[in-house]
């Protein structure tokens, strides 16, 4: 694994995210599932298999993601194919976590 320093961007994606689980789709779930099962599997290192697909803390998971992009150093196929789909799934997260932020900037600002 490489050393690595955050940058900006990745620090505020954690920061963003939040501690619990996000309201991911189904076929968002089962996309995050398979690349975390496909990390595991291709690169023999171990992250939420203790926990129910969609239970993970989104926090928790987007650091990991983004520690995985900017750490591992991919050599076979399978673990390029894994590899290369990080960059979607941290994304994905991003994107769900800013729609959970906004809609709770929303529910805020409507009058009472």
């Given amino acids: 694994m490489k050393d690595y320093i955050p940058e900006l961007s990745e620090i ?3 920061q963003r995210a939040p501690e619990g689980p996000l309201p991911f789709s189904r076929s968002d779930r089962e996309y ?3 690349i975390l099962a496909d990390m595991e599997q291709n690169f023999g290192i171990s992250s939420f298999s203790g926990v129910a697909p969609g239970e993970w803390s989104a926090r928790a998971l987007i650091k990991q993601l983004i520690e995985w992009w900017r750490t591992l150093d991919p050599v076979t196929v399978e673990q390029r194919d894994a590899y290369n789909r990080l960059p979607g799934s941290i994304r994905l997260i991003d994107t769900v976590s800013t729609w959970v ?3 709770a900037a929303r529910r805020r600002a409507q009058p009472v």
């Fill in 12 to 14: 505020r994606m954690v």
């Fill in 32 to 34: 995050i599932s398979a």
């Fill in 101 to 103: 932020e906004e809609q």
